[in-house]
């Protein structure tokens, strides 16, 4: 089988080689796109990141693929209805860090909550003084989780260690969980005007796509903070910058951005065809944010340990393997 690996770190290259062989193998460290796809036209699977957007130009390009794999436990980048109009398996890995994400996530709540970022810039600078860097406890503060699923059940267990209060927002409920863990589900409103603090925890989709907008951060504390490790788009950055500016919400720890791969690729800005395919508003926006004294963002890292990383490699071999027996695993349903 022809298989392409993209968008690769250099010690992922070896231990794959070693996994497969008999097989034909393309390693790039670059991601798949419109452009290049053409170059690849007689790989039969591949193996992407989140910022290989596999739409049907890419797939046009492509005629011999059959199995595509992501590294990621999001599927988004991939037009899953194309893919199935041309009966190609689409696999994910659909846990991988849990713990990992859910650390993150916690980091960036302590990092708010203690005025850490801007701490550690003050003394690098030779200063000591503590005007502005009052922070808050954690202790006996509501921490309110959007979607509990693995990466939340995680978070709720570290904020226990807190000893902060849980209120869960989920479409799904399991009563048993809830006991077990000692938190209370409540609606998404009653979260959102509640809570000391909010960390989301869903998939982007048609439902969940803006789902923290302008109406919803009207009801939230002005003391609050809020927290995203999940998608970009499930937040309205417009809505998220008006908040901040009004002060509707007191600060926000972000590891994704709505366009959050344009702002990674400035320079095809420069392009006029790359214009008119982004939301440049929402550029701007994602800008005003970084510069933002509130706001804490992280390159969409909270992925990225040694351990999950592996776990990311293991199970995509796992998927390539089952492929080939003719057993699919992980397989994502359009």
């Given amino acids: 089988m022809k298989i392409g690996f993209f968008e690769l770190e250099s010690w992922e290259k070896k231990e794959l080689s070693q996994e497969f062989p008999k097989d034909?193998?393309?390693?790039?460290?670059?991601?798949?796109?419109?452009?290049?796809?053409?170059?690849?036209?007689?790989?039969e699977a591949v193996s992407i990141f989140i910022y290989s957007k596999i739409?049907?130009?890419?797939?046009?390009c492509m005629p011999k693929l059959k199995f595509i794999t992501t590294r990621s436990t999001g599927f988004n980048h991939?037009?899953?209805?194309?893919?199935?109009?041309?009966k190609i398996t689409v696999c994910n890995v659909p846990s991988y860090g849990e713990n990992t994400v859910a650390e993150h996530a916690f980091a960036l709540i302590l990092n708010l909550s203690r005025k850490m970022f801007d701490s550690i810039e003050r003394t690098k600078h030779s200063s000591f003084s503590l005007d502005g860097l009052r922070g808050f406890d954690l202790q006996g503060k509501t921490l309110g989780i959007v979607g509990c699923g693995k990466i939340g059940q995680h978070l709720v267990r570290m904020a226990k260690g807190f000893e902060m209060k849980v209120q869960v927002f989920d479409v799904y409920k399991n009563k048993d969980l809830a006991k077990e863990l000692s938190f209370k589900y409540v609606t998404l409103n009653n979260l959102l005007k509640n809570s000391d603090v909010i960390?989301?925890?869903?998939?982007?989709?048609?439902?969940?796509?803006?789902?923290?907008?302008?109406?919803?951060?009207?009801?939230?504390?002005?003391?609050?903070?809020?927290?995203?490790?999940?998608?970009?788009?499930?937040?309205?950055?417009?809505?998220?910058?008006?908040?901040?500016?009004?002060?509707?919400?007191?600060?926000?720890?972000?590891?994704?951005?709505?366009?959050?791969?344009?702002?990674?690729?400035?320079?095809?800005l420069l392009t006029k065809k790359h214009r008119n395919n982004c939301n440049m508003k929402t550029l701007l926006e994602n800008h005003m944010l970084l510069n933002m004294s509130n706001v804490v963002i992280t390159p969409h890292n909270a992925f990225n340990t040694k351990e999950a990383?592996?776990?990311?490699?293991?199970?995509?071999?796992?998927?390539?393997?089952?492929?080939?027996?003719?057993?699919?695993?992980n397989v994502v349903k359009c």
């Avoid at 739409?55 to 046009?60: A, H, I, Q």
């Avoid at 991939?78 to 041309?86: A, G, P, S, V």
């Avoid at 293991?314 to 057993?327: A, E, I, L, Q, W």
């Fill in 78 to 86: 991939i037009d899953l209805e194309e893919c199935k109009k041309r």
């Fill in 199 to 268: 960390s989301l925890h869903v998939p982007l989709n048609k439902h969940t796509k803006h789902l923290i907008n302008k109406e919803k951060f009207k009801l939230m504390k002005p003391n609050c903070i809020l927290i995203n490790t999940s998608r970009g788009g499930v937040i309205d950055t417009d809505a998220l910058v008006w908040a901040l500016k009004t002060k509707k919400i007191v600060g926000a720890g972000l590891d994704v951005l709505e366009e959050e791969c344009n702002i990674i690729e400035e320079t095809q």
């Fill in 309 to 329: 990383l592996q776990r990311i490699l293991d199970t995509t071999v796992k998927n390539f393997k089952c492929y080939k027996k003719g057993r699919k695993v």
């Fill in 24 to 43: 034909e193998l393309f390693f790039s460290y670059n991601k798949i796109n419109c452009k290049n796809a053409v170059k690849y036209s007689d790989l």
């Fill in 55 to 60: 739409d049907s130009k890419v797939l046009d």
